[in-house]
């Protein structure tokens, strides 16, 4: 990513938004709202990407390594449900998490990694206006 002002602007925050959209529906009811987020707003889903990310990561890790396994499963909905409660705009991707196959895990990993490049584009938006 760049920080030349040409390619920082609200417009570009917005068409990548819309763009994402479309490629990662789990995440439309947090990357609608970006465009229009302040920094607070930004800090405060950009903190909580890695978190995400690594409940993705060790869903993904059960499903192609571990197989059935009611303790990871246990941990997972544990820190699902810390989670939720403290970000309920993440509410719907964390729901769906321990019901994702191989391929919507894969996907959500794409998407959680576009969406914190979308935050960070935002964050530079604002910081430089």
């Known amino acids: ?11 570009k925050v917005k068409e990548q938004s819309d763009e994402l959209r479309t490629k990662y529906p789990i ?5 609608e709202r970006i465009p229009d987020m302040d920094l607070k707003e930004v800090l405060s889903v950009l903190v909580i990407v890695d978190p995400v990310r690594s409940l993705l990561k060790t869903h ?8 059935e396994d009611k303790n990871l499963d246990q941990i997972i909905e544990e820190s699902v449900n810390q989670l939720r409660t403290k970000h309920a705009l993440l509410a719907g991707i964390l729901e769906r998490i321990h019901k994702m196959d191989l391929k919507d895990t894969a996907v959500g990993l794409l998407g959680i990694d576009a969406m914190e490049s979308l935050l960070k584009l935002r964050m530079l938006v604002i910081l430089t206006s």
């Open 1 to 11: 990513m760049t920080t030349s002002n040409e390619n920082v602007s609200h417009h």
């Open 27 to 31: 995440f439309a009811a947090i990357l």
């Open 60 to 67: 993904a890790t059960r499903l192609t390594f571990i197989g």
